[in-house]
Nanobody, 120 residues
Framework: QVQLVESGGGLVQAGGSLRLSCAASGTIISINTMGWYRQAPGKQRELVTDITNGGSTNYADSVKGRFTISRDNAKNTVYLQMNSLKPEDTAVYYC??????????????WGQGTQVTVSS
C-alpha cells in the first residue's frame, strides 16, 4: 500500500554531482524521519544522512560538507544532493522513510535502491 520509488542514480566522474530523489505514495497519514543509506560490495549498509519532519538533519562524517538532504512534504519526497563525489561514494543508495499509514501503525519502508558509480 505504501511504496518508495527512487531515481537519479548513475555514473559520474570524480568531482561531479548527482541528485537522488525518493517519492512515497500510497496510504500515508504522515511521514516522520526520512533518510538515505548506502551499501558497497562487501561492506555493511550504513546511514548516510537523515532528516526529521521538523527539519533536523544528521550526516555521516564521510559526507559532511559534500552531501545535502532535503524534503518536500507536499510531494512526499526526499532528496539527496551529492557534490564533490569520490570513488569511495560508489554504492547502492537506499531511501528509507518512517511512515504512519493507519491510526496506530508506523513502519519503516525502503526504496528499491539506485546504483551510484563514481569513476576516477
Amino acid at each position: 500500500q505504501v511504496q518508495l520509488v527512487e531515481s537519479g542514480g548513475g555514473l559520474v566522474q570524480a568531482g561531479g554531482s548527482l541528485r537522488l530523489s525518493c517519492a512515497a505514495s500510497g496510504t500515508i497519514i504522515s511521514i516522520n524521519t526520512m533518510g538515505w543509506y548506502r551499501q558497497a560490495p562487501g561492506k555493511q549498509r550504513e546511514l548516510v544522512t537523515d532528516i526529521t519532519n521538523g527539519g533536523s538533519t544528521n550526516y555521516a562524517d564521510s559526507v559532511k560538507g559534500r552531501f545535502t538532504i532535503s524534503r518536500d512534504n507536499a510531494k512526499n519526497t526526499v532528496y539527496l544532493q551529492m557534490n564533490s563525489l569520490k570513488p569511495e561514494d560508489t554504492a547502492v543508495y537506499y531511501c528509507n522513510a518512517r511512515i504512519r499509514s493507519t491510526w496506530d501503525v508506523t513502519y519503516g519502508y525502503w526504496g528499491q535502491g539506485t546504483q551510484v558509480t563514481v569513476s576516477s
